[in-house]
Structures are given as structure tokens and as C-alpha cells.
């Protein structure tokens, strides 16, 4: 859903006449979504972001992170979906 709403940020920004790939964006986006109260915070934690450069080396870690990151909700989610359809069948006069 984050990425939906960014998304249409970004594209709202460029209707608008913003560039949509400029730094400034990111700092909306953070307040936008409420992760900063303001955009003063924002800038000063992506200041420091970019300031603390990338804990991890390599492309392979990257990449095995990324994929952890979008696996690990849908995974949770087919593991709900599997327990209620069990959960189902063990309920008296449900077929």
C-alpha cells in the first residue's frame, strides 16, 4: 500500500509541475506518510542516511535482503490464508 501511495505522489508531483526524481521528494514522501512530523526531521534523517553510507557490501546481500523484504509478508500472508482454510475444514457442518 506504501508503494501504491508514493507512487501517486510521485505522479501528483509531476502533474504539478515537480520533478518527481528530485531529493525533495523523499523528504514529502516521509512527512506525507507520517514517518517525520515535519519536514526539517526528514531532511536531517536522510542527511544522516546518506551520511552512515551502505552497511552491507556487495550485490548478493542487496539482493538477498530485497527478496527477504518481499517475501517475508507474502509469506505470512499464504501461512494465514492455509491456516483458516485448515481451520475451516475442522469446523462442524462447513464444507
Do not use: C, I
Not at 526531521?41 to 552491507?56: F, H
Not at 501461512?79 to 464444507?95: D, H, I, K, M, N
Amino acid at each position: 500500500m506504501l508503494w501504491t501511495q508514493a507512487n501517486l505522489v510521485l505522479h501528483l508531483a509531476a502533474a504539478y509541475g515537480r520533478d518527481p526524481a528530485h531529493p525533495d521528494r523523499a523528504e514529502e514522501l516521509l512527512v506525507l506518510t507520517q514517518v517525520h512530523p515535519d519536514a526539517a526531521s526528514a531532511r536531517a534523517a536522510l542527511v544522516g542516511a546518506r551520511e552512515a553510507g551502505d552497511p552491507v557490501e556487495g550485490t548478493w546481500p542487496k539482493a538477498a535482503e530485497a527478496a527477504w523484504r518481499l517475501a517475508a509478508p507474502l509469506t505470512a500472508q499464504a501461512g494465514g490464508w492455509v491456516a483458516l482454510r485448515l481451520a475451516s475444514r475442522l469446523v462442524p457442518g462447513r464444507r
